[in-house]
Nanobody, 123 residues
C-alpha cells in the first residue's frame, strides 16, 4: 500500500498550491482521508479530513477559509487546495488513510501514511 503525495513547492506568501495524494495497493474509497503537516521542531498536526463520500469535511482552525480538501474515489486520490498561504504554513504535508474509528482530527485513526511533500512559503 502506498500513498504518494505530490504538489509541494516554494511559493510566496499569498500564493496557492494544490497537493495531491494518490493511493495504490488498496482501495480507500470507503475510508476517510486526511492531511496533516509537520513543521521543523514541531509535532505533526491535523490540517483537514474528508469522509469516504465527502459528506463531512473538517479543517483545523488554521486552515478554515483558506484550504479545501476534496477527493476523487474513481482515481483513489485526495486533494488539498491551499490558498492565501502564509509563512507559518511551511511544513512537510502528509496524507493519511483512515482505518480505525475515532476523531478525524486524530493521528491514531490513520494507519496508512504518505511520505510527505514539502511546502515552503516565503514572506
Amino acid at each position: 500500500v502506498q500513498l504518494q503525495a505530490s504538489g509541494g513547492g516554494l511559493v510566496q506568501a499569498g500564493g496557492s498550491l494544490t497537493l495531491s495524494c494518490a493511493a495504490s495497493g488498496r482501495d480507500f474509497s470507503r475510508n476517510a482521508m486526511g492531511w496533516f503537516r509537520q513543521a521543523p521542531g514541531k509535532e505533526r498536526e491535523f490540517v483537514a479530513a474528508i469522509t469516504w463520500n465527502g459528506d463531512i469535511v473538517t479543517y483545523a482552525d488554521s486552515a478554515k477559509g483558506r484550504f479545501t480538501i476534496s477527493r476523487d474515489n474513481a482515481k483513489n486520490t485526495v486533494y488539498l487546495q491551499m490558498n492565501s498561504l502564509k509563512p507559518e504554513d511551511t511544513a512537510l504535508y502528509y496524507c493519511a488513510g483512515q482505518t480505525r474509528s475515532g476523531s478525524l482530527h486524530s493521528v491514531l485513526i490513520y494507519d496508512y501514511w504518505g511520505q510527505g511533500t514539502l511546502v515552503t512559503v516565503s514572506s
